[in-house]
């Protein structure tokens, strides 16, 4: 069996409490503390996530854009510099192989150049698929890419205090920064990637820096956050916090036997751009109204449902869940899973089965939470 990866602050969790458990393949903290005191304090303050395990991919030479343009289902062409884009993979029948994050950032000299934020583990299916579509593209010698997954590290600095503790550590006006934008700064001394972005439901940031200079910036910002009320934050959180948000999480809400429209990830799909695989397929996805959607359940009780309970209308299943819980924000039981079409209907009373026992559950609006504006 292969080890599990380390991030650069493996050794910092594992002396401060992190339970470490595997994840995509790395190690990985799934809580300090417990789980909700941890999502309190991203609500209330600040979450400290360590997300090193996720890919980081950089593109640059003339073609590069052409070619991102011709990998995911959004236009890349049209994503300003400073921008972030959210945008898929898509296999060729128009299943979904990743979600992903498309930044283009101008460098010092003014130069573009294009990174892609990939789900931990997807990151070698990711590059596979890459590289066999660079094979195909015309213009290939005009392109250049690398994995610096090891090579960085990546935090997330997530709640309504995020910028106070982040702002006297970079050299840019966090401010001025707009939702899903990002850009080169001087962090904590040294030159990295500030972006507002996250997967908390909360307004944030997350950073990139080299491996070398991430345990000193993390135990700056630990310390920064203590007095307001914030903390280190694991994996465990980050799932309450992204179902409460109702942001899919690959291989739950995402596969590849699920497309876009299924999902409700139309805003992440522009059937009109350049051609990628897949995308005739979901032009016809798009108005195929017949597939299992998308939709948010509050469920009666304390128990919660898990990945492929079955969700029935009058004893007949209809559906399963995707991602289950119990919300600290909202004090109940919530899910995510797929239905037919006609269980979809906001207020549609249906059951999930939790092992045996039939309970009550309610279709309801997603998200589940949203931060006050």
Same mark, same amino acid.
């Given at each position: 069996?292969?080890?599990?990866?380390?991030?650069?602050?493996?050794?910092?969790?594992?002396?401060?409490?992190?339970?470490?458990?595997?994840?995509?393949?790395?190690?990985?903290?799934?809580?300090?503390?417990?789980?909700?005191?941890?999502?309190?304090?991203?609500?209330?303050?600040?979450?400290?996530?360590?997300?090193?395990?996720?890919?980081?991919?950089?593109?640059?030479?003339?073609?590069?854009?052409?070619?991102?343009?011709?990998?995911?289902?959004?236009?890349?062409?049209?994503?300003?510099?400073?921008?972030?884009?959210?945008?898929?993979?898509?296999?060729?029948?128009?299943?979904?192989?990743?979600?992903?994050?498309?930044?283009?950032?101008?460098?010092?000299?003014?130069?573009?150049?294009?990174?892609?934020?990939?789900?931990?583990?997807?990151?070698?299916?990711?590059?596979?698929?890459?590289?066999?579509?660079?094979?195909?593209?015309?213009?290939?010698?005009?392109?250049?890419?690398?994995?610096?997954?090891?090579?960085?590290?990546?935090?997330?600095?997530?709640?309504?205090?995020?910028?106070?503790?982040?702002?006297?550590?970079?050299?840019?006006?966090?401010?001025?920064?707009?939702?899903?934008?990002?850009?080169?700064?001087?962090?904590?001394?040294?030159?990295?990637?500030?972006?507002?972005?996250?997967?908390?439901?909360?307004?944030?940031?997350?950073?990139?820096?080299?491996?070398?200079?991430?345990?000193?910036?993390?135990?700056?910002?630990?310390?920064?956050?203590?007095?307001?009320?914030?903390?280190?934050?694991?994996?465990?959180?980050?799932?309450?916090?992204?179902? *409460?948000? =109702?942001?899919?999480?690959? #291989?739950?809400? %995402? $596969?590849?036997? &699920?497309?876009?429209? @299924?999902?409700?990830?139309?805003?992440?799909?522009?059937?009109?751009?350049?051609?990628?695989?897949?995308?005739?397929?979901?032009?016809?996805?798009?108005?195929?109204?017949?597939?299992?959607?998308?939709?948010?359940?509050?469920?009666?009780?304390?128990?919660?449902?898990?990945?492929?309970?079955?969700?029935?209308?009058?004893?007949?299943?209809?559906?399963?869940?995707?991602?289950?819980?119990?919300?600290?924000?909202?004090?109940?039981?919530?899910?995510?899973?797929?239905? *037919?079409? =006609?269980?979809?209907?906001? #207020?549609?009373? %249906? $059951?999930?089965? &939790?092992?045996?026992? @039939?309970?009550?559950?309610?279709?309801?609006?997603?998200?589940?939470?949203?931060?006050?504006?």
């Amino acid at each position: 069996m292969t080890e599990a990866a380390r991030t650069p602050l493996h050794a910092w969790h594992a002396s401060h409490g992190g339970r470490m458990v595997e994840f995509g393949g790395w190690s990985m903290p799934v809580q300090y503390t417990s789980i909700v005191a941890e999502h309190n304090a991203t609500r209330n303050a600040i979450g400290l996530f360590d997300i090193s395990h996720m890919g980081r991919l950089q593109f640059i030479g003339p073609a590069a854009p052409a070619f991102l343009n011709s990998l995911v289902t959004k236009d890349v062409t049209k994503i300003g510099p400073g921008r972030i884009r959210y945008a898929l993979l898509t296999r060729k029948d128009g299943g979904i192989l990743d979600d992903v994050l498309v930044y283009h950032l101008p460098d010092a000299n003014g130069q573009s150049r294009h990174m892609m934020v990939v789900n931990a583990g997807n990151r070698l299916k990711a590059l596979d698929w890459i590289r066999d579509r660079l094979i195909e593209f015309p213009d290939k010698s005009d392109v250049d890419w690398f994995d610096l997954t090891k090579e960085w590290s990546m935090l997330a600095v997530q709640g309504p205090k995020a910028r106070e503790i982040l702002q006297p550590l970079v050299s840019i006006d966090l401010a001025k920064m707009k939702y899903y934008s990002g850009a080169e700064a001087t962090i904590a001394g040294m030159g990295g990637i500030v972006s507002r972005t996250g997967y908390t439901g909360e307004d944030g940031y997350e950073v990139i820096v080299g491996a070398p200079a991430t345990p000193n910036l993390w135990q700056q910002l630990v310390d920064r956050a203590a007095p307001l009320g914030g903390m280190p934050a694991g994996l465990g959180c980050r799932d309450t916090l992204r179902l *409460e948000a =109702a942001m899919p999480l690959y #291989g739950h809400e %995402l $596969t590849e036997e &699920i497309n876009p429209y @299924q999902a409700g990830l139309d805003f992440a799909v522009d059937l009109e751009k350049v051609p990628y695989p897949g995308r005739d397929i979901l032009a016809k996805a798009k108005g195929d109204t017949t597939q299992p959607r998308r939709i948010g359940l509050e469920v009666e009780g304390k128990r919660i449902p898990r990945e492929n309970f079955p969700i029935l209308s009058e004893g007949r299943q209809v559906g399963f869940v995707t991602s289950g819980t119990f919300s600290p924000t909202l004090d109940r039981v919530i899910a995510m899973g797929y239905v *037919e079409p =006609a269980s979809t209907p906001l #207020g549609t009373s %249906l $059951t999930v089965d &939790i092992r045996g026992t @039939q309970t009550p559950a309610k279709v309801v609006k997603l998200p589940f939470y949203e931060r006050a504006k």
